[in-house]
């Protein structure tokens, strides 16, 4: 029985982690112009510290600026992070995502989005 039970757990925990992984996959973030705003919102869609870091460096933003006053797509960046699943970037920036509850079509994983970023001007 424990095995079955440790079984049953790791496949509905690596499945999970599947189907998050397809999710921010999913999604393909097209920036809407070259704003300084825009160009930070588009480091934050790519998910990777560094490339973040580089383009505030860059733009001489800080992260207290960046999290507190940047919108992108007319959300906050903490919940612009949370919607599309951008943990390791809102880590970076301080961010709480785990706290939020979303919910997701799990029907449209599939399909690929293209998304249009515009950020605060």
Sequence with gaps: MNTLTTTLCTTLLLSSA????????????????????????????????LQLYATMKDLRI??????????????SI??????????????????ETATGTSIQDLAKLEQQTIMVIAGSK
């Design 78 to 95: 903490a919940k612009f992070a949370g919607a599309y699943g951008l943990n390791k970037t809102a880590k970076y920036l301080g961010i």
């Design 18 to 49: 599947a189907l998050t992984t397809a999710n921010t996959e999913a999604a393909q973030f097209v920036a809407a112009d070259n704003s300084p705003g825009t160009q930070v919102c588009m480091a934050v869609s790519s998910n990777k510290r």
């Design 62 to 75: 800080s992260k207290t600026t960046v999290t507190n006053k940047l919108r992108c797509n007319d959300m």
